[in-house]
């Protein structure tokens, strides 16, 4: 067991968050980033952060960025349902329905692609639900997935990206 106050430390201040941020975080392990998108603002605007590679914060500071491009939309919502496919090196933005919106990781001009089969429940954007960790990528079967809540239809839904 570590020294206690060893193993965790605060790395900057940032005044973007607040104690009632329903966002999500997400880590670009390509570009040693990690993004912020959440409920404060919209899921169009966030901030990233450089890491150094030792854990520290490049500069000390926060980045902001737009994601702009595609046609789905971007619902300001809790927890938001996205994350980079390593396969790739885009960031998938799950909405509900067919569509999923590919995000260009350096520009960030999103693409949407729309999906055959059946259509997936909305994931309860609304009251406390949110897309809390029902968006993931499943690499042992390159899919991507959806987890609908119990309360609004309970079911898995994968997406099979074309490669």
Known sequence: MGTPGRRVSVLLVDDY?????????????????????????????????????????????????????????????????????????????????????????VTFIGTDQTFGGATPTTPGWVGSMGGYHRWFYNPSNDTYNAVAPTVTGPGLFVFAPVR
């Open 17 to 105: 968050t607040s104690d009632n941020d329903s966002g999500h975080l997400f880590y670009d392990t390509k570009r040693h980033r990690a993004l912020k998108l959440g409920l404060q603002f919209s899921n169009t605007q966030g901030r990233y952060y450089d890491f150094d590679g030792t854990g520290r914060v490049i500069g000390g500071a926060n980045h902001t960025f737009n994601v702009t491009g595609g046609t789905a939309g971007y619902p300001a919502h809790l927890g938001p349902t996205i994350f980079r496919d390593p396969v790739i090196d885009q960031y998938v933005y799950f909405r509900g329905g067919q569509t999923l919106t590919f995000i260009d990781p």
